[in-house]
């Protein structure tokens, strides 16, 4: 090895033995996880490159990088490789086993530092290169550190305040955007959460948040109370007209002579119409009723805003509470951190500002991707509108039940480290550096809409930043072509439901 190569070597096993000081300095355990795992990720496809078998380019994942050096890790080491890739699938997916605890973090983190540091260690046999040639950053222990501070509520505080800790809210305020970086939608944030491939896919795909209510019966009021009763008027006046069109026609018929069959055709047509007409007001003046009636049913229930805990709500029970209730104006955007979303409503109480989501589930249970998101929604609120934001609520379905999500450190620091993490992502796969792995588990994919296959066209290509791709084509036995954005734009078969049958064409 030449003096220049031996020198390049030297500054690069320097440079990773200080990255892994610096870790320990990392106050958040999920940050400190992600970024052991870039570091040995890293150290793996520089120094110790896998090949992929099949001879095409390939993207490989930290459990690919761990099989690969399972021989020189040993047996024993290779199945708490296989333990820690399953921890950092949890952190990086969403998984039906949770998150990983903060021991199971550690756990992860401290077996990374050794595969790092066996590696280093390799490396500096191989270009023997002793201890005194390198100066190794003392370390420190392993700590979860907490830069925030709770104090307990004190004896002058309501009875409610008294039941919850108060937080200091004086964060670490979340750094600026670079020049470089990419504007992030709260959409992308929350995709990102769930599966990081469906983020990078709404991100050059451009989606942004929705701003329809719901799928179905959109067109009518669902939020405003004064709407709602109004939109009921309407509809009743609509079902009294149609039965007043059913007795004159009845009448009509009486009275006219018998029927020939350019009259029964006539008949025949203004019955379909009035009955489709009739249809269509009995569903809505049914839906409208439902809502009128949780109107009429709604008992005042104010959220204490200093409970760190979710706590259910009621839409109409809010603004019986005091919340007046407004749609925003536009896409809300923080153009230093450049970051942009847009909640469905907004709350307003005193010197409060509450952003409210709406998802699709009815269980009343929230994923981690929604708390991103109304998180997201959350720093938007308080950085255009400078008001204070301490929980944000999600209703369920086409329910008006909900629950708040309480703006804490802990999950502002998730949102933190994901508004990160995703920005990272983003940048490498645009360069081409590095593509967002495979999710952990198989039954994330099987309702994912960016799997879904359809069918082949050339009007129909999938597109990543308004540049048609090249489908990926899969093929069933009528030999019917398909394909989907996710597997257009990573090359694979997504584990879609609509996907088991079908197979790439020989």
């Known amino acids: 090895m030449s003096a220049e190569s031996n020198d390049a070597m030297k500054r690069d096993i320097t440079n990773y033995f200080s990255r892994l000081a610096d870790l320990q300095t990392v106050s958040s355990l999920v940050e400190r996880l992600t970024h052991a795992v870039r570091l040995v990720e890293e150290i793996i496809h520089e120094h110790f490159p896998p090949e992929a078998t099949d001879g095409e380019q390939r993207n ?221 007001a009995l569903v809505t003046w049914r839906e409208l009723g439902k809502r009128r009636l949780s109107i009429r049913m709604a008992v005042q229930r104010d959220p204490n805003p200093n409970k760190l805990v979710p706590q259910p709500v009621d839409w109409f029970g809010l603004l019986l509470a005091g919340y007046e209730a407004r749609r925003p104006e536009g896409v809300l955007r923080d153009e230093k951190r450049k970051l942009v979303g847009k909640p469905r409503r907004i709350l307003q109480k005193g010197g409060m500002t509450i952003p409210v989501h709406r998802i699709n589930k009815t269980d009343g249970k929230i994923l981690p991707q929604h708390v991103v998101r109304v998180i997201a929604h959350c720093h938007l609120v308080e950085a255009t509108e400078g008001t204070h934001c301490p929980f944000a609520i999600i209703l369920f379905g086409n329910t008006y039940k909900g629950i708040t999500v309480p703006n804490t450190v802990g999950n502002r620091e998730h949102f933190y480290s994901m508004l990160e993490r995703v920005r990272k992502m983003i940048n490498d796969s645009k360069d081409g550096e590095r593509q967002p792995p495979a999710p952990a588990v198989a039954s994330m994919c099987q309702e994912c809409p960016h799997g879904r296959p359809r069918p082949a066209s050339e009007a129909d290509k999938t597109i990543r930043y308004n540049e048609p791709l090249d489908p990926y084509l899969l093929v069933n036995g009528r030999r019917t072509i398909f394909h989907c954005d996710c597997g257009d734009r990573f090359r694979w078969k997504p584990e879609h439901r609509a996907n088991q049958r079908l197979r790439r064409p020989s």
Request: aromatic residues 10%.
């Open 60 to 280: 490989f994942s930290l459990g690919d990088y761990l099989a690969h050096r399972s021989e020189f890790l040993g047996e024993e080491i290779g199945r708490m490789a296989r333990k820690v890739t399953w921890i950092r699938n949890r952190e990086s997916h969403y998984h039906r086993d949770g998150p990983p605890s903060d021991d199971e973090r550690t756990e992860a983190i401290e077996f990374l530092d050794k595969i790092v540091r066996k590696h280093l260690s390799l490396l500096m046999e191989q270009n023997r290169l002793s201890p005194a040639d390198l100066v190794e950053p003392q370390r420190s222990p392993v700590k979860p550190a907490n830069r925030f501070s709770l104090q307990e509520s004190s004896a002058t505080d309501s009875t409610a305040s008294r039941l919850a800790n108060r937080i200091d809210r004086n964060v670490a305020a979340i750094p600026e955007a670079g020049t470089d970086d990419p504007t992030v939608s709260a959409t992308t944030l929350a995709e990102y959460t769930f599966c990081p491939r469906a983020g990078i896919l709404t991100h050059e795909k451009s989606y942004s948040d929705p701003e329809e209510e719901m799928p179905s019966l959109s067109l009518l009021p669902w939020y405003e109370k004064d709407a709602i009763e109004e939109a009921y008027g309407r509809s009743v006046y609509e079902l009294f007209w149609l039965l007043v069109a059913f007795v004159v026609g009845l009448v009509v018929l009486s009275i006219l002579p018998l029927p020939n069959l350019a009259y029964l055709l006539l008949m025949f047509v203004g019955a379909t119409a009035w009955l489709h007409f009739t249809r269509n």
